[in-house]
């Protein structure tokens, strides 16, 4: 196994190239197997230091075998020595699991065009799985910060689990001012984790999410939504009563109205208005 490129001190500039990680082991009919994580190989790796990409091709969507990698892996080494990682361009697509992979103690900006003198260019990531995953770790100091400007994300894969962005640890700060999140089977923004409620760990402010809605019920019919635009798995106990996260849309929202795909607005007055209610029941939604 090996990576494409690594960087683990310093600063780094990447202004154009390929880059394409191969791994020990192969996924099953070119994608969907575990190829993210830090033991995964690469096109792109930041163990620590500071990267800035503003174009070049990390990955390759159409390997398969041992070249069937992920995008990027982004980690620092502990919370007094983050890594940084800023994304003003580049394309993230891989057959793998993960076009781009965040873990702990780091610190990420996507911000297409951007850098020095607007010399990025598209942001574009893509894996079986997910564009983005907010990786889980079990560190309570962890000070991960993402801020998405723009960019698209997508999950592109066919099975039973496809997200833009799958959210899977509930320290890590994310906040999403613009983009473009598509889940092909699932949701544009999944909840793997829940965030919190006072403050949330993730606060969105624009953008543009794409899922496939479901619905399910239990207690006294009590109907409700999982997956979708913005959403979660469906979660419930043993006599079939929801018991999953319950995560309110006004704590989620940090600014800005939220619409669905006919471009009505969705109300968010009440503590009731949380996601497995209101935009996991949409396909499509928009925040501006």
Partial sequence: MGDGIRVKNGTVNI???TFVGADSYAPP???GSVMAGAAASYGFKLYGGTVNIYNGTFGNPNATGLAAGSGAFVMGTSASSKAKAYIYGGTFKVAGQAGF???QYVEVLFDEYGGEDGAGSKIDA???EAGMTVEYHVNSDNNTEITVRSGTFKGSGSSTFANGIWYGEGTSQLT???GEFIGNVTSGLYFHADPGNSPSNVLLSGGTYQGISRSD???WFDTWYYNGAIGHANSTNIVGAYNGYQIELSS???SG???DASGTQLYLGSSSQDIRYNVSKQNYVTIR
Wanted: aromatic content about 16%.
């Fill in 15 to 17: 202004y154009d190239g």
């Fill in 29 to 31: 009919n070119g994608g």
């Fill in 101 to 103: 992979s965040i873990y």
């Fill in 126 to 128: 893509q894996g079986y």
């Fill in 176 to 178: 999403i001012e613009g």
């Fill in 217 to 219: 019920s239990g207690g």
């Fill in 252 to 254: 989620i929202i940090a």
């Fill in 257 to 259: 109205n939220i619409y």
